[in-house]
């Protein structure tokens, strides 16, 4: 869907891979290497993003370092596009029918930011008739990449609207976060 949106390929591979890795620094060879794309493309593409101000360059001995640049007007809203490609994004996408009847899946903007959590928090919510050995497979692949564990809630609907309407902490602490909705929409999880 992004080919579309953000036509080109080098371009979008190269945002794909700071958005998926934010807190990474990265030199022109180790990207090109990465996302697959000829030099010069990978070149002009991050002299643009730089002039845009969306990345930061800095000279360490002789390569050139690009960082995201977090203050960047844009920052968060390309951060909440670029993680619905992400591993987990997609393995949950591709696999969304084996998962059950599932009403709504969210996920923390600390996951995206690859933020440590407190050990009552969670990085995903699965709300729905949902197939929990189908769930934990996927966040068991996704944990590899990750580094660490992916704490995440499975609950059904019932069971989510019983503790909404009771103002259980748990759930209204991950409700107020920041927060990018994979399946369902905001306002009808807020309801």
Not at 19 to 41: M, T
Not at 112 to 138: C, F, N
Not at 160 to 167: E, L, Q, T, V
């Amino acid at each position: 869907m992004l080919e579309h949106i953000i036509p080109s390929k080098a371009r979008r591979k190269i945002l794909e891979l700071f958005f998926h890795h934010p807190n990474e620094s990265f030199y022109l060879r180790k990207i090109v290497r990465d996302i697959g794309e000829e030099v010069n493309a990978v070149k002009r593409e991050l002299d643009i993003l730089f002039d845009e101000k969306l990345l930061h360059k800095e000279k360490r001995l002789n390569k050139i370092f690009y960082t995201l640049n977090k203050n960047y007007t844009f920052y968060d809203d390309f951060m909440r596009i670029f993680v619905k490609t992400s591993t987990l994004a997609s393995m949950i996408y591709k696999n969304l029918a084996k998962m059950g009847k599932v009403k709504f899946v969210v996920l923390s903007i600390k996951f995206i930011k690859q933020a440590a959590i407190k050990e009552d928090e969670i990085y995903l919510l699965v709300v729905g008739i949902v197939v929990v050995p189908e769930v934990a497979s996927i966040v068991s692949e996704v944990e590899k990449e990750f580094g660490r564990e992916v704490n995440y809630t499975v609950m059904t609907e019932e069971e989510f609207n019983f503790r909404k309407r009771n103002n259980d902490p748990f759930i209204w602490r991950y409700l107020k976060q920041p927060k990018v909705m994979l399946v369902g929409n905001e306002e009808d999880l807020l309801k």
